[in-house]
């Protein structure tokens, strides 16, 4: 079976930046990604290299900012009041997941002032060349429940997954 649309893939996968400092290691946690694709689980670049591979494919992506997280944008660059902060020990560095237009968004404390704090909303990818090592482990057809939730389900959450397996 081959990767595509409506199929459950599970792989292991490193990114490395593109001085080759890495950055994530699916193997050195003992955790593979699983994603559901086609449902934007994963960045479009990596989606794309990943189509039509099967089981035991092995490879190298390297992909360019506006493939995988974007280009910076300054404009996401902005200072706002102190208190719209939870803790009073601010210091640069620190992420907050907060409302955005689009749903929940990560922002990164770029700079620390009296009354205000100078914040980041880019991805703290954003702007780089990213190259991942990829072997894909499994390829299976999504379940219904999985379908229509967007994203694996992990196991023994789904009830009627046997049942829907039968029906693929």
């Known amino acids: 079976m ?14 490395s ?12 946690r003992q955790t593979p990604l699983e994603y559901l694709h086609g449902h934007h689980n994963i960045v479009a670049g990596l989606e794309r290299a990943l189509e039509g591979r ?13 493939e995988a997280y974007g280009l910076r944008n300054e404009a996401l660059v902005r200072e706002v009041g102190r208190s719209a902060f939870p803790v ?19 922002v990164t404390v770029v700079e620390v002032r009296d009354d ?18 990829l072997e894909v482990l499994g390829v299976r057809e999504a379940t219904r429940a999985e379908l ?21």
């Open 2 to 15: 081959t990767i595509a649309p409506q199929r459950v893939v599970t792989l292991h996968y490193m990114l």
């Open 17 to 28: 930046d593109a001085d080759g400092n890495v950055l994530d290691d699916s193997r050195a």
């Open 54 to 66: 099967a089981e035991g494919a092995e490879l190298s992506v390297t992909l360019m900012p506006a």
């Open 88 to 106: 009073d020990d601010l210091v640069p560095g620190m992420r907050f997941q907060t409302p955005g237009d689009d749903g929940p968004q990560v």
């Open 116 to 133: 205000s704090v100078l914040i980041d909303s880019n991805h703290p990818l954003a702007g780089h060349t990213l190259r991942y090592r």
């Open 148 to 168: 229509a939730k967007g994203h694996p389900l992990p196991p023994g959450t789904d009830p009627g997954s046997v049942e829907d397996r039968k029906l693929s």
